[in-house]
């Protein structure tokens, strides 16, 4: 499925946010994005097939990002990665979708950093959470990570989480999402265990291969 065109120009963005777009040099969607930004920004649930390098972050980045009130100090999105490596890649991104919105606070979660820090560093208030499952576990039992105010739920290469065991983690902390409004799920595949996983997060989710 493909949206009617390609250009940024065509979604329902704020100003400032088509003129960072320019900014950053995104002119033309890529296939995923023509695919999904028209649903993801409506406020749909969705499953997409999309693999590293297709362009997925700002897919599930700008819905996230337009929802987001700067005003509002406490988590309103949490972003689900596999690994250090692609949580730190994916917070990166959401920074430079999120500058025309104001002062917008990306904290990353994942082992291999001291807890204490993090901590630290969610005292002062995150905007937007991305994590690998088992740090973002170890920081909502600790008690210093609060989800009730999470509207959007992204799981990037949920596959991969799958892969890697988090299986458990994944609906420990869905658990804790009680409140969200939206939930967006990025595969390589669309294998049985990934449609089952959907099937328990998701709500009338649209598939895009």
Avoid at 100 to 125: D, I, M
Avoid at 132 to 157: C, F, N
Avoid at 159 to 188: N, V, Y
Wanted: charge should be neutral; proline fraction near 4%; include cysteine.
């Amino acid at each position: 499925m493909t949206a009617p065109t390609l250009g940024f120009d065509a979604l329902p963005l704020r100003a400032a946010t088509h003129s960072n777009l320019t900014q950053l040099g995104y002119t033309q969607m890529t296939p995923i994005q023509a695919a999904s930004l028209h649903l993801t920004l409506a406020g749909r649930d969705v499953i997409a097939q999309a693999s590293t390098g297709s362009g997925k972050t700002a897919a599930f980045g700008l819905p996230l990002v337009e929802k987001l009130d700067p005003a509002v100090s406490d988590a309103q999105a949490l972003v689900l990665c596999p690994t250090r490596e692609l949580a730190e890649q994916v917070t990166q991104e959401i920074r430079r979708l999120a500058r025309a919105v104001g002062n917008v606070k990306v904290v990353t979660l994942c082992g291999g950093v001291a807890l204490r820090g993090q901590a630290q560093s969610l005292e002062h208030g995150a905007h937007v959470v991305v994590g690998t499952p088992g740090r973002i576990l170890d920081h909502l039992e600790r008690g210093s990570l609060q989800l009730q105010a999470v509207k959007t739920l992204v799981l990037d290469e949920a596959d991969r989480m799958l892969d890697m065991g988090f299986a458990d983690d994944l609906e420990a902390i869905d658990k804790r999402c009680a409140s969200r409004t939206q939930t967006l799920m990025f595969s390589a595949t669309f294998a049985p265990k990934i449609m089952s996983l959907a099937n328990e997060l998701t709500t009338n989710a649209k598939r895009i291969r």
